[in-house]
């Protein structure tokens, strides 16, 4: 003990301290604060599972496999996390009419909570994104400015400028965003869906995704408007040049082929 | 009408015959089927029989030059008076800036009345009866050739030319010499690219830094399936040379599983299955990213040449004529991605010298 309190002005005697004060409070948390949460956690968590399980069992099985482990008509579901079934399901996109080059947005059968249990389920398969809290994709507050940037950079070669979507290979499009629930458009950006790549936290993190979502908001939502007006699918100047050489130029052709058609005279002949 | 638009010869034998008749209808006769019908007979309209007539279309011109000064005047008062920021809803046009569409609409109704006036008075009031104004012959009278000649003649005389020799020939030259300031200018044109299509600003140990976040990138921080754009460390936004640097280095990274890349060399060049790519297009150079991560597709959107990021970056349709440029990548010993050298081919569209 003597020797102890000999060294207790050496310069690294505060770092020490330090060391074993913060050793003991994170050893002593884990030991007791999380254990009853986790438990009570787990029971609820484990049900959900269960629910899901069977969910899956009727809705998804024929094409991902008992286990979701993936078969010739569907890809393995290990990994892809609660966010990817988020936002398959609740889109309607899962489960899927027929197959095709692309499984189109159609109207969702399942209510959330089904929706969770069969998230729950998949993301017990394997460690994947989980679905996005509110203060995650809520628009508000973020930088529109910014987020029209990073749309240019990552998204707007396939989705347009605006979101209006556009063509891809083989039958395959990417879609509009118009009126998408900012969280799908979150959970689409972290999970990649179907030929979408994934933009992970990792390379576009949170914050980008949130300026993106308030640049769609901006630009392509209810409350969005085009000061010129008639957007012609907001594709820029090829729609505008076709509508005005069809319609603008025949519009006079047409005026001035009536004028010339008409006759003044008191005799018609 | 005078005689020297119109020599004798060239009127119709109808007309001169007799004017009050103008436009009477001669038969073809036997011996000459073709012959000039003339004009048919004029009629008159109902503005130039009733006064009344005349008058109503007088009002309705009148009206419509009126209705075009008060939309000019509607024009001025909402360009005044309506707010920029101002959105109503038109139908069909959806939500619109009202200032826009006032300013369109009473602009149009204008234009539009003035030229709506002036096409109703032209064909209601003016006159309407048929003139034929006969072409004149092109050749001029003999006298006037010869006045020209003449002239130009006693001009040559006056002005010397042929006897002052040093006169004639500083006018040459300087006329000779003058065009020289056009072709002069024509340098500016250049100077020639020399190597600079040949090269980017990628080189052994640059990092490769993320577009979005502006931090270098990890190997870990790339999933397999995810698309990620990458500038070369050092090139910032606001260099005065950054357009034409990122349009030469833009950099599209992937991470596919190794067992899924074709190429060997693609493979090689590649780090756990992390390759890079040349994002400018080798058609005419549109930047190219449309991936499809489950078909390892990327798809240039201006004439859809598609190219197999699996194997090689390989043109499997379209214009292009060569694959993407790869560029080789490593790690450093800090963990993060770095490149290798520069791309080993000019990136972006074929140009004559490319070989």
């Given at each position: 003990m003597k020797k102890l309190s000999a060294r207790r002005r050496h310069p690294l005697a505060a770092v020490v301290v330090l060391l074993i004060?913060?050793?003991?409070?994170?050893?002593?948390?884990?030991?007791?604060?999380?254990?009853?949460?986790?438990?009570?956690?787990?029971?609820?968590?484990?049900?959900?599972?269960?629910?899901?399980?069977?969910?899956?069992?009727?809705?998804?099985?024929?094409?991902?496999?008992?286990?979701?482990?993936?078969?010739?008509?569907?890809?393995?579901?290990v990994g892809v996390g609660a966010a990817a079934v988020d936002f398959q399901v609740a889109t309607g996109r899962m489960p899927a009419q027929q197959p095709g080059a692309q499984v189109p947005k159609?109207?969702?059968?399942?209510?959330?909570?089904?929706?969770?249990?069969?998230?729950?389920?998949?993301?017990?398969?394997?460690?994947?994104?989980?679905?996005?809290?509110?203060?995650?994709?809520?628009?508000?507050?973020?930088?529109?400015?910014?987020?029209?940037?990073?749309?240019?950079?990552?998204?707007?070669?396939c989705h347009n400028f605006t979101g209006k979507g556009g063509a891809l290979t083989t039958g395959k499009y990417a879609p509009t965003l118009e009126d998408v629930d900012p969280k799908h458009i979150y959970e689409a950006m972290q999970t990649g869906p179907q030929n979408m790549p994934s933009f992970p936290d990792t390379t576009l993190t949170e914050k980008n995704k949130k300026d993106i979502i308030a640049y769609l908001d901006a630009v392509n939502s209810d409350k969005s408007e085009s000061p010129g007006g008639l957007e012609l699918g907001g594709l820029g100047p090829v729609s505008e040049g076709l509508f005005g050489w069809i319609f603008g130029l025949g519009g006079l052709i047409a005026v001035a082929v009536w004028v010339a058609a008409r006759t003044a005279k008191a005799k018609k002949s | 009408m005078s005689s020297q638009d119109t020599p004798e010869?060239?009127?119709?034998?109808?007309?001169?015959?007799?004017?009050?008749?103008?436009?009477?209808?001669?038969?073809?006769?036997?011996?000459?089927?073709?012959?000039?019908?003339?004009?048919?007979?004029?009629?008159?309209?109902?503005?130039?029989?009733?006064?009344?007539?005349?008058?109503?279309?007088?009002?309705?011109?009148?009206?419509?030059?009126?209705?075009?000064?008060?939309?000019?005047?509607?024009?001025?008062?909402?360009?005044?008076?309506?707010?920029?920021?101002?959105?109503?809803?038109?139908?069909?046009?959806?939500?619109?800036?009202?200032?826009?569409?006032?300013?369109?609409?009473?602009?149009?109704?204008?234009?539009?009345?003035?030229?709506?006036?002036?096409?109703?008075?032209?064909?209601?009031?003016?006159?309407?009866?048929?003139?034929?104004?006969?072409?004149h012959a092109i050749e001029a009278e003999p006298e006037v050739r010869a006045k020209v000649m003449d002239d130009f003649r006693q001009g040559a005389k006056e002005s010397a030319l042929g006897r002052r020799k040093l006169i004639r020939n500083t006018m040459f030259g300087a006329l000779t010499l003058v065009p020289l300031s056009g072709v002069v200018l024509l340098r500016d044109l250049g100077p020639l690219p020399e190597d600079k299509l040949r090269h980017t600003l990628w080189r052994k140990g640059k990092l490769l830094v993320n577009m979005n976040t502006d931090e270098p990138l990890r190997p870990s921080d790339v999933a397999v399936g995810s698309l990620t754009f990458a500038k070369p460390e050092g090139l910032e936004e606001h260099d005065h040379d950054f357009q034409n640097e990122i349009a030469k280095a833009a950099l599209m990274i992937v991470r596919l599983q190794p067992e899924n890349i074709k190429d060997k060399r693609e493979l090689e060049w590649s780090h756990e299955g992390i390759v890079a790519y040349s994002k400018i297009c080798t058609h005419v150079g549109c930047p190219i990213s449309l991936y499809e991560q489950q078909t390892h597709h990327v798809l240039c959107p201006c004439h859809q040449s598609t190219f197999d990021l699996s194997d090689g970056a390989r043109v499997i349709f379209g214009p292009a004529g060569h694959a993407l440029p790869q560029l080789r990548i490593g790690v450093n010993d800090e963990g993060y991605l770095e490149a290798l050298g520069d791309f080993e081919e000019p990136v972006g569209p074929a140009f004559w010298e490319r070989g």
């Amino acid at each position: 003990m003597k020797k102890l309190s000999a060294r207790r002005r050496h310069p690294l005697a505060a770092v020490v301290v330090l060391l074993i004060a913060l050793a003991a409070t994170g050893g002593l948390y884990t030991l007791f604060a999380p254990a009853d949460k986790a438990k009570a956690d787990e029971t609820a968590q484990s049900l959900a599972i269960d629910e899901g399980k069977k969910l899956y069992a009727v809705g998804c099985a024929s094409c991902h496999g008992t286990g979701g482990q993936g078969t010739t008509d569907g890809p393995s579901l290990v990994g892809v996390g609660a966010a990817a079934v988020d936002f398959q399901v609740a889109t309607g996109r899962m489960p899927a009419q027929q197959p095709g080059a692309q499984v189109p947005k159609k109207r969702n059968i399942y209510s959330q909570a089904e929706i969770d249990q069969l998230a729950a389920y998949i993301a017990s398969l394997g460690a994947g994104p989980s679905v996005p809290t509110e203060n995650q994709y809520n628009p508000e507050g973020a930088d529109i400015a910014e987020g029209g940037e990073l749309f240019r950079t990552n998204c707007a070669q396939c989705h347009n400028f605006t979101g209006k979507g556009g063509a891809l290979t083989t039958g395959k499009y990417a879609p509009t965003l118009e009126d998408v629930d900012p969280k799908h458009i979150y959970e689409a950006m972290q999970t990649g869906p179907q030929n979408m790549p994934s933009f992970p936290d990792t390379t576009l993190t949170e914050k980008n995704k949130k300026d993106i979502i308030a640049y769609l908001d901006a630009v392509n939502s209810d409350k969005s408007e085009s000061p010129g007006g008639l957007e012609l699918g907001g594709l820029g100047p090829v729609s505008e040049g076709l509508f005005g050489w069809i319609f603008g130029l025949g519009g006079l052709i047409a005026v001035a082929v009536w004028v010339a058609a008409r006759t003044a005279k008191a005799k018609k002949s | 009408m005078s005689s020297q638009d119109t020599p004798e010869e060239n009127l119709p034998a109808e007309r001169a015959a007799d004017d009050s008749e103008h436009g009477a209808v001669a038969v073809p006769g036997e011996k000459n089927p073709f012959a000039d019908p003339g004009l048919p007979p004029h009629e008159h309209r109902i503005q130039d029989i009733d006064e009344r007539a005349a008058r109503r279309s007088e009002r309705a011109v009148a009206f419509m030059f009126t209705l075009s000064m008060l939309a000019t005047v509607a024009f001025i008062a909402s360009f005044v008076a309506v707010p920029v920021d101002k959105s109503i809803y038109v139908f069909p046009l959806g939500h619109i800036s009202a200032l826009n569409f006032a300013l369109g609409m009473t602009l149009g109704v204008a234009l539009f009345c003035i030229g709506a006036g002036a096409v109703h008075w032209a064909r209601t009031l003016m006159s309407d009866v048929e003139l034929a104004d006969d072409r004149h012959a092109i050749e001029a009278e003999p006298e006037v050739r010869a006045k020209v000649m003449d002239d130009f003649r006693q001009g040559a005389k006056e002005s010397a030319l042929g006897r002052r020799k040093l006169i004639r020939n500083t006018m040459f030259g300087a006329l000779t010499l003058v065009p020289l300031s056009g072709v002069v200018l024509l340098r500016d044109l250049g100077p020639l690219p020399e190597d600079k299509l040949r090269h980017t600003l990628w080189r052994k140990g640059k990092l490769l830094v993320n577009m979005n976040t502006d931090e270098p990138l990890r190997p870990s921080d790339v999933a397999v399936g995810s698309l990620t754009f990458a500038k070369p460390e050092g090139l910032e936004e606001h260099d005065h040379d950054f357009q034409n640097e990122i349009a030469k280095a833009a950099l599209m990274i992937v991470r596919l599983q190794p067992e899924n890349i074709k190429d060997k060399r693609e493979l090689e060049w590649s780090h756990e299955g992390i390759v890079a790519y040349s994002k400018i297009c080798t058609h005419v150079g549109c930047p190219i990213s449309l991936y499809e991560q489950q078909t390892h597709h990327v798809l240039c959107p201006c004439h859809q040449s598609t190219f197999d990021l699996s194997d090689g970056a390989r043109v499997i349709f379209g214009p292009a004529g060569h694959a993407l440029p790869q560029l080789r990548i490593g790690v450093n010993d800090e963990g993060y991605l770095e490149a290798l050298g520069d791309f080993e081919e000019p990136v972006g569209p074929a140009f004559w010298e490319r070989g």
